[in-house]
């Protein structure tokens, strides 16, 4: 099966990777299903992630994101994706779709990348949309022990919140359409370190896999895609990337 991988690979001419926050797992980025599951018990996706939860309970959502943005700017990027970042190097052309929020693919030196979640790195006001700056410090900051007030815009006096899509929330059309035209036109796709559990991002990957274009999956455990896609390689990310780097363009 390797071998099938590896030439299919080396002949692409547009590659397309999309990843999930397996990819950032080992970088210390808790995934969303797997470390989380205990959290999400308790907090619930529908009140840390959506305009309604954040209206009702500020202090808990901000405080949510402030963990992981420490978290974030703590991390550093692990082998899974700077292997992405040099699979752009090596091919014609490579389309990286994200559904991370982090910046630790462009901190591996992956450029235009598509964001389809958003940043939270940055931030805006709820009502007016008026950009807000974090300072540049970093702190420990603990979930749930640390609620924290959002800041208030400077323009209009609202809360500020995370500049991320949140449940109900539509994705940032401009980066989903040339998602879309990518998954559409490219050789080969590269499912990383994503359950596909939240949708549209869940489609790309089927999109994929009714063009009959060959498909790839890197994941540490099962997922519907499983028996969809043409090679379904179980490990992790950091692992298996680098890996198949090497055999299909150092050996
Ligand atoms: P999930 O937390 O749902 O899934 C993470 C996936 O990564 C799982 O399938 C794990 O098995 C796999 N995984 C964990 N560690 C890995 C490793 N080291 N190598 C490879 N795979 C690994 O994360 P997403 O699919 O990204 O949305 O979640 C999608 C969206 O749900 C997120 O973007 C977020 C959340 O609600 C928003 O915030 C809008
Ligand atoms: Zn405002």
Request: proline share 6%.
């Amino acid at each position: 099966m390797i071998s099938g991988t590896l030439t299919r690979l080396k002949e692409t001419t547009h590659l397309v990777v999309l990843t999930g926050a397996g990819i950032s797992a080992e970088s210390g980025i808790p995934t969303f299903r797997d470390a989380m599951t205990g959290l999400w018990k308790n907090y619930s996706p529908e009140k840390l992630s959506s305009a309604k939860g954040f209206s009702q309970d500020p202090a808990l959502a901000w405080g949510w994101y402030e963990w992981r943005r420490h978290k974030a700017l703590r991390a550093e990027p692990n082998a899974g994706h700077q292997t992405i970042a040099k699979l752009a190097t090596k091919l014609p052309k490579v389309t990286l779709i994200t559904q991370n929020v982090d910046d630790l693919h462009e901190r591996a030196g992956s450029q235009n990348v598509l964001h389809l979640h958003g940043s939270i790195h940055t931030a805006r006001c709820f009502e007016c949309r008026h950009p807000y700056e974090h300072p540049e410090t970093s702190a420990i900051v603990k979930f749930p022990e640390s609620r924290i007030e959002p800041p208030k815009c400077e323009k209009c006096g609202n809360w500020v919140r995370p500049n991320v899509v949140w449940f109900r929330e539509l994705l940032p059309a401009k980066a989903l359409r040339e998602a879309e035209l990518a998954v559409k036109e490219c050789d080969l796709m590269l499912i990383v370190g994503t359950s596909g559990f939240v949708y549209p991002v869940a489609n790309l990957p089927l999109l994929a896999i009714e063009r009959n274009i060959t498909t790839i999956q890197v994941n540490l455990t099962e997922t519907d895609l499983d028996t969809k896609v043409t090679f379904d390689l179980k490990g992790k990310a950091g692992v298996i990337l680098p890996e198949l780097y090497k055999m299909a363009f150092e050996e």
